[in-house]
Nanobody, 116 residues
Framework: QVQLVESGGGSVQAGGSLRLSCAAS?????MAWFRQEPGKEREGVAE???????TYVDSVKGRFTISKDNAKNTLYLQMNSLKPEDTAVYYC?????????????WGQGTQVNVSS
């Protein structure tokens, strides 16, 4: 199991930006960001394999960027051009396989609110 602690959520107007951080006790090969809206299932948003293999769901392509700092054991999600439909609790995940599957460690989540 990997310990994960997210931070950086908050409230922003549409078109704004936020950067989420996830402090990890260690990295696994695939690390990912998920989000969950009230009453909906958790969905994968962005994933990184190794240091450079990145995957995004269509709804965030061109707006979100996943990255990692190996020296700090920190995973990031830079979110630009935010939309109200991006409002959700965002979770960091570890121990994943390709395409957001099989993640076995989760953070507590951080709330992102985007107002129109």
């Amino acid at each position: 199991q990997v310990q994960l602690v997210e931070s950086g959520g908050g409230s922003v107007q549409a078109g704004g930006s936020l950067r989420l951080s996830c402090a990890a006790s260690k990295f696994t090969y695939y690390m990912a960001w998920f989000r969950q809206e009230p009453g909906k299932e958790r969905e994968g948003v962005a994933e990184i394999g190794g240091d450079v293999i990145t995957t995004y769901v269509d709804s965030v392509k061109g707006r979100f960027t996943i990255s990692k700092d190996n020296a700090k054991n920190t995973l990031y999600l830079q979110m630009n051009s935010l939309k109200p439909e991006d409002t959700a609790v965002y979770y960091c995940a570890a121990g994943c396989s390709f395409w957001f599957s099989g993640c076995n460690s989760w953070g507590q989540g951080t709330q992102v609110n985007v107002s129109s």
